[in-house]
C-alpha cells in the first residue's frame, strides 16, 4: 500500500516517544519541512518544554495552525495490539500514542501547508505554527508561555486552528467554536481527632462536611446561554480518617471542578463557594486553580471559512459546539484572535489502541488547505 505524505509524516512523528513535557525531535522534524517553504523559526523553549513559533510573511492577517507533541503515557504495553511508538498501519487505521492527539493533526498542516505554498507561493497574509510539547501536562510552559512572550514583542495572531481531535461520529461533524472554563479546589473541611467512643472530645469532619458538600453539589449555578450548557459541579475526590474504624477523623479534604459558561465568573464561583461554607459555620481551607477562561469564537471569517472547506469535502455542514474539556486555545483567545478547533475523530483518544483513519486523515489535510485559500487568497 502506498503511504502519503502526510500518513508518512504522521508516522514519523508517531516513531517520537514524546511523553509530556519531552518533544523527542518532533519539532526538529516540522522545522525541516517547513524551512524549504520560507518559515523562519523560532525557538521558544522555558524550563524543560520545548516550543515552537515559526512564521512566513512579512504583513498581512496571519493564521496559525497550533498544536502539541506531547502525547499521554501510554500505560502498560503489553496490552496494545502494536508497539504504540511504532507507527504501524493496517487495514486502512494508523496505529500509535498521539495519532489521533495531536500528531495526526500536525502532519496534515504541514503537508496542507506545503500544497498550498507550491500553488501559490506569493499568496497574501502570513502563515504561522505555534507548536509546544506542555499541553498534556501543567500547560505553564507551553502555549501560555509563548503567548506572553509574543504580546511583549507586539506579535498578534488573527486566526488560529488548533488541531484538536473535535470529530464525534465523522470527519468534520464538529467544530470546537469556543470551550467551558475550568475551576478546580480543594476544599478541606477542619474538625478534630479523637476517640470514636468518646465523641464528646472529639469533632468529626466527616459529620461536618456532609450538609457542607450536598449543597455545594445540589447548588444551581446558572442556566447557561444559547451556545454553553450551564456550568456543572462534579466531585472527583473525597478523603478522611485515618484508615482505621477507632478513629473519628480531625480533616476531610474534598476534590472538584467546575466547567463553567460565560454566564458566571470565576471570582462569583469562589465567592458563593465560600459563602455557603461559611453559612455552615464550619472550619474551612481553600486551595483554588484556575485552569481556563471560558471563550467562543463569533460566527465571522474563521468560522466560515472552515464551514466551508469541511462542506466542499464532506458535503457536510459541521455543529459548531463548546462542548468537552479545556484545550491550549484558552490561551490563544484573550489576545483578540478568532480561535476553532478541528481535528480527527476523538474516539480512540488516550486508550490503549489509540488509531485514526488514514483516508481521514488525509482528507483533513484537504480541509485545513482549503481553508488558508478561503483566508488568503481572496
Known amino acids: 500500500m502506498t503511504i502519503s505524505a502526510t500518513n508518512q509524516l504522521a508516522i514519523e512523528l508517531i516513531r517520537c516517544p514524546s511523553v509530556t513535557p519531552l518533544d523527542e525531535g518532533c519539532q526538529e522534524l516540522i522545522k525541516a519541512r517547513l524551512a524549504p517553504l520560507g518559515f523562519a523559526a523560532d525557538d521558544l523553549h522555558q524550563a524543560d518544554v520545548k516550543n515552537l513559533w515559526a512564521t512566513r510573511g512579512d504583513n498581512g492577517p496571519i493564521i496559525v495552525f497550533a498544536g502539541h507533541t506531547d ?32 500528531k495526526g493533526s500536525i502532519a496534515a498542516m504541514v503537508t496542507a501547508t506545503e500544497r498550498f505554498i507550491t500553488k501559490h507561493p506569493n499568496h497574501s497574509g502570513r502563515i504561522g505554527y505555534l507548536i509546544t510539547s506542555d499541553e498534556e501536562g501543567p500547560a505553564l510552559h507551553g502555549t501560555k508561555a509563548v503567548m506572553e512572550k509574543l504580546a511583549q514583542r507586539d506579535e498578534t495572531i488573527d486566526y488560529c486552528i488548533v488541531g484538536e481531535p473535535t470529530s464525534s461520529n465523522s470527519l468534520g461533524d464538529t467544530i470546537k467554536v ?33 450538609a457542607v458538600l450536598e449543597e455545594i ?3 444551581e449555578w446558572d ?8 456550568t456543572n459541579l462534579q466531585f472527583s475526590n473525597v478523603h478522611a480518617g485515618t484508615g482505621v474504624t477507632n478513629v473519628i477523623p480531625g480533616a476531610l479534604a474534598a476534590t472538584f471542578n467546575l466547567r463553567f459558561s460565560p454566564e458566571i465568573t470565576d471570582t462569583q464561583i469562589r465567592e458563593r463557594v465560600e459563602a455557603i461554607v461559611a453559612k455552615h459555620k464550619v472550619q474551612a481551607k481553600f486551595e ?36 468537552g474539556g479545556t484545550s491550549d486555545g484558552r490561551f490563544i483567545a484573550p489576545s483578540g484572535a478568532q480561535v476553532i478547533e478541528l481535528g480527527p475523530i476523538n474516539a480512540t483518544i488516550h486508550q490503549v489502541d489509540e488509531k485514526i483513519s488514514m483516508a481521514d486523515l488525509d482528507q483533513l489535510s484537504e480541509i485545513y488547505e482549503s481553508v488558508l485559500e478561503n483566508l488568503l487568497l481572496n
Not at 496490552?79 to 511508538?85: D, E, K, L, N, V
Not at 475550568?182 to 459529620?207: F, K, R
Not at 442556566?223 to 450551564?230: E, I, L, M, R, S
Not at 484556575?290 to 474563521?302: E, I, K, M, R, V
Request: glycine fraction near 10%; include cysteine.
Open 288 to 323: 483554588w486553580t484556575l485552569s481556563g477562561q471560558p471563550f467562543q469564537t463569533q460566527y465571522a471569517d474563521l468560522v466560515q471559512a472552515v464551514e466551508k472547506a469541511i462542506e466542499k469535502h464532506t458535503d457536510k455542514k459541521p455543529e459548531l459546539s463548546t462542548s
Open 223 to 230: 442556566a447557561g446561554n444559547k451556545q454553553f450548557p450551564p
Open 71 to 102: 502525547v499521554v503515557p501510554t500505560g502498560p504495553v503489553e496490552q496494545w495490539q502494536h508497539p504504540p511508538f511504532a507507527g504501524h498501519t493496517q487495514d486502512g487505521y494508523l496505529h500509535g500514542r498521539g495519532a489521533a492527539d495531536m
Open 217 to 219: 453539589k445540589n447548588t
Open 178 to 210: 469556543g470551550r467551558r472554563g475550568s475551576i478546580n479546589c480543594v476544599l478541606t473541611i477542619i474538625g478534630q481527632q479523637g476517640h470514636i467512643a468518646y465523641p464528646q472530645l472529639a469533632d468529626n469532619a466527616i459529620h461536618r462536611a456532609l
